[in-house]
């Protein structure tokens, strides 16, 4: 079933609202405008909840849900499921020198493989490939998976990597898709050294996503330190310029997951594991009462029942929440 109309008009402001600045600006202005101006006007709260061996529960009714910011309770005026929904596929692709090493191309393009022979009626899928500068878009949305395997066959890897500019785009470029429920794909071995966002940038330009990004980093045990030595053949990476916290981090604000693998089953248990997510959704929303600063204000949520843990997004930038008042009784 698909989320209610009003969900995609609200997702849409959200974005418009939180990432106009930065698509108009230079990197370190971006980030300042961001963080001092601009808060949304709608708070959605896309969750997945898991129960016993991380399957994802289906049964959650809206009083089982108790919804936090910054640790007081607050109150949501809006609750859907969605355990069927068409997606719309942003995949982000690194498309840099150093995917040529160890088949990491390879192992993208048969992931993005898995991706699309998951299809549901009415999913769309976008592909964006980044080297030294911003993505490119490759092939707009579009429901003819077709078109992306073409523009896969194009892409070969070269150059430096400007991962955190890349990423710091694709929220809005996201939001061209046709349906609610988003999701940004990126694959990517972690490296950078050409952004000129920094990592610390990175973070606040991501805090009030609501859409999850799954990272797939693309790496094996293969793969060793270059620390100046051993045989030319053996595949090195610098470790100094690789970083998979750093694509934990952003899929963890988003409400996303990082996937760590190169094999045909470590990437198609990650894929199997995105569909399964997003195909098995709630979502939660609220309007920030405008009192206040702007801030970054963390949520947080509780499920009764036989939740284990709940994958939720971090938090948003905004005013105040409704906070739920407490009658104390004489």
């Known amino acids: 079933?698909?989320?209610?109309?009003?969900?995609?008009?609200?997702?849409?402001?959200?974005l418009v609202l939180a990432f106009s600045a930065f698509a108009a600006a230079q990197p370190a202005?971006?980030?300042?405008?961001?963080?001092?101006?601009?808060?949304?006007?709608?708070?959605?709260?896309?969750?997945?909840?898991?129960?016993?061996?991380?399957?994802?529960?289906?049964?959650?009714?809206?009083?089982?849900?108790?919804?936090?910011?910054?640790?007081?309770?607050?109150?949501?005026?809006?609750?859907e499921r969605s355990m069927d929904a068409p997606v719309s596929f942003a995949i982000l692709?690194?498309?840099?020198?150093?995917?040529?090493?160890?088949?990491?191309?390879?192992?993208?393009?048969?992931?993005?493989?898995?991706?699309?022979?998951?299809?549901?009626?009415?999913?769309?899928?976008?592909?964006?490939?980044?080297?030294?500068?911003e993505a490119h878009e490759v092939v707009p949305f579009t429901e003819d998976v077709s078109a992306i395997a073409r523009g896969l066959g194009n892409v070969k890897p070269f150059g430096k990597t400007a991962f955190f500019d890349?990423?710091?785009?694709?929220?809005?470029?996201?939001?061209?898709?046709?349906?609610?429920?988003r999701a940004i794909i990126l694959l990517s071995d972690g490296i950078d050294?050409?952004?000129?966002?920094?990592?610390?940038?990175?973070?606040?330009?991501?805090e009030g996503v609501a859409v999850p990004i799954y990272a797939l980093g693309?790496?094996?045990?293969?793969?060793?330190?270059?620390?100046?030595g051993g045989h030319a053949s053996t595949p090195v990476i610098n470790e100094e310029l690789s970083d998979l916290e750093v694509l934990d981090e952003v899929s963890n604000l988003t409400g996303g997951k990082l996937f760590v693998g190169n094999t045909p089953d470590q990437l198609s248990t990650a894929i199997a594991a995105v569909e399964q997510n997003l195909r098995a959704q709630y979502l939660i929303g609220f309007s920030p009462t405008g009192k206040g600063a702007v801030k970054y204000r963390r949520i947080s949520?509780?499920?009764?029942?036989?939740?284990r843990s709940v994958r939720v997004r971090a938090g948003y930038r905004g005013t105040e929440p409704p906070v739920l008042n407490t009658i104390k009784r004489s």
Do not use: W
């Open 218 to 228: 693309l790496r094996e045990t293969g793969e060793r330190p270059n620390f100046g």
């Open 193 to 206: 050294n050409a952004s000129h966002l920094k990592r610390s940038e990175l973070a606040p330009l991501l």
């Open 1 to 14: 079933m698909r989320f209610m109309s009003r969900t995609g008009v609200c997702a849409l402001a959200i």
């Open 301 to 307: 949520l509780k499920v009764e029942g036989r939740a």
């Open 166 to 181: 890349a990423l710091a785009t694709m929220p809005e470029r996201s939001r061209l898709g046709q349906n609610p429920t």
């Open 29 to 79: 202005t971006a980030t300042q405008q961001y963080s001092e101006t601009v808060s949304v006007g709608y708070v959605m709260v896309p969750f997945t909840v898991f129960g016993d061996k991380g399957a994802p529960v289906t049964d959650i009714r809206s009083k089982d849900i108790k919804l936090f910011v910054d640790g007081q309770p607050v109150k949501s005026d809006m609750f």
């Open 93 to 133: 692709l690194d498309g840099s020198g150093s995917m040529a090493l160890a088949g990491k191309m390879d192992a993208a393009r048969a992931a993005i493989g898995a991706l699309i022979a998951h299809r549901r009626k009415g999913d769309d899928f976008a592909l964006y490939v980044f080297d030294d500068k």
